[in-house]
């Protein structure tokens, strides 16, 4: 006889208890080679290099190519890209006649992402993935989306489009196709290095689903649309647009306290400050704020620099959150001319370029995205009526946890 007092206990079969990541914070869920965002060092580099010492001192052509080859171009590789870069902004007609066609209250987010839908649409190639095929699909959005955001601009203002000019690189010809003419070289500089800020950061919410669609083997323009919808939101993307509405809100410098207790009481996020990531401030704040500060310099009828200083002085008293990228962007686009709804889609247009490494580099070495979820619905039920006839399906239950 056995005395159940001393048996030892049978080793438990129960699996350990699914822990929750919400929004998936500090899950590590693939490695990149393409960027590296480090809140310790405070650092972001592009395979390697800098940010801060890319941006003033090399073009987007060349950060471009830096992100999507692995390296720099030496001088015939900066040629060859400039020329299929120039080569190809030219929208095809049934892109230009779809965003003509969509009515002038859409977001230009949504025309942003409705372009590369249709030209997506048009892609009789659409079936071949080798590298060389998403390269082109990459060049193509990369010189397009320029022109769709400059025209887009233009047709809500009842402007013609302005042809591109193969004469001119790709920041001073954006800058040409939205005003008809190229600004100070102080405007173009500055415009210059929000797009090679904004070029690439990670595993940030657009370019993850930019590669969670790329891992069902989908094609490149579902991943870079998708991608587009994810960063029109003002947790991402949208905060450089909501930043410049805030500033409107707020009116004057004088009103900026009164403005922040009561934002903050309620509260509201201030837009263009917090990051997932960093803790100690983002890393491209300092190279944009010097090119605003170039900005700022020209002309600030607004007094748009005293508001900037008293709500990054404001939030930093109350709170100790300090601003990320969109704050300083919001209101330099604003003073280069360009309309607030139109600050999102800039930053797509840089954007698509880190999107378009990452789909590559997914599809190269590729896992399909699927996480698990904890089931919190309603007990196991019978549908009404149902009982006699149901058939248990073979191996239901993954052990304790559903899929979501
Ligand atoms: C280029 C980019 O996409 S950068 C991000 C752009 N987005 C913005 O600027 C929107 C405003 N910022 C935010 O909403 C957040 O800082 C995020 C979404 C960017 C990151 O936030 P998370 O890491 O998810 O942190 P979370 O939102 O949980 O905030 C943690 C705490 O800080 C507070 N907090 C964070 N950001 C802000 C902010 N901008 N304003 C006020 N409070 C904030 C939260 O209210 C929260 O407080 P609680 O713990 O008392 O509830
Ligand atoms: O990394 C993030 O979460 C958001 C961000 O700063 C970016 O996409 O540039």
């Given amino acids: 006889m056995t005395d159940e007092s001393t048996t030892p206990p049978a080793p438990s079969t129960a699996p350990p208890e699914p822990q929750i990541h919400r929004g998936l914070a500090g899950v590590t869920v693939d490695s990149t080679e393409i960027s590296s965002v480090d809140p310790a060092s405070n650092s972001l580099l592009y395979r390697g290099y800098p940010v801060q010492e890319l941006a003033g001192h090399r073009s987007f052509e060349e950060v471009a190519y830096l992100l999507w080859h692995g390296e720099l171009p030496d001088a015939a590789e900066l040629e060859r890209m400039r020329l299929a870069e120039r080569s190809r902004r030219s929208l095809p007609d049934e892109v230009m ?161 009164e403005w922040l207790d009561a934002a903050l009481a309620r509260k509201q996020k201030v837009m263009g400050f917090g990051h997932r990531v960093y803790r100690s401030g983002d890393s491209r704040v300092p190279t944009m704020k010097a090119a605003l500060d170039e900005l700022l310099a020209l002309d600030d009828p607004e007094g748009l620099g005293a508001m900037y200083a008293a709500l990054e002085r404001g939030m930093a008293e109350r709170t100790g959150i300090l601003p990320n990228l969109d704050y300083p962007t919001g209101p330099a686009y604003h003073l280069m001319g360009f309309d607030t709804p139109t600050f999102t889609p800039l930053f797509a247009a840089s954007r698509v370029v880190g999107w378009t490494a990452h789909v590559r580099e997914q599809v190269a070495s590729n ?29 239901a239950a993954e052990a304790g946890v559903a899929p979501g």
């Fill in 97 to 257: 006649e779809t965003v003509l066609a969509l009515p002038l209250t859409a977001h230009p987010m949504d025309v942003v992402r409705t372009a590369v839908s249709v030209i997506g649409a048009h892609d009789a190639t659409w079936e071949d993935r080798s590298p060389e095929a998403d390269l082109a699909r990459a060049q193509d959005l990369m010189a397009q989306l320029p022109t769709v955001v400059a025209l887009d601009q233009r047709r809500r203002h009842g402007l013609d489009a302005v042809d591109p000019r193969p004469d001119l690189g790709y920041a001073e010809n954006f800058l040409h196709m939205t005003f008809g003419h190229v600004p100070p070289a102080a405007v173009v500089n500055a415009f210059e290095v929000s797009m090679v800020l904004y070029a690439e950061h990670s595993f940030n919410a657009s370019t993850f689903t930019a590669r969670v669609v790329a891992s069902t083997l989908s094609d490149l323009h579902s991943a870079v649309t998708a991608a587009v919808g994810a960063l029109k939101g003002s947790l991402h993307g949208g905060a450089n647009e909501a930043v410049m509405a805030t500033f409107r809100e707020i009116g004057s410098p004088d009103r900026v306290e």
């Fill in 367 to 395: 896992a399909l995205i699927r996480p698990l979820s904890v089931y919190t619905g309603p007990d196991r039920r019978s549908v009404p009526g149902a009982g006699a006839q149901r058939r248990e399906p073979a191996g």
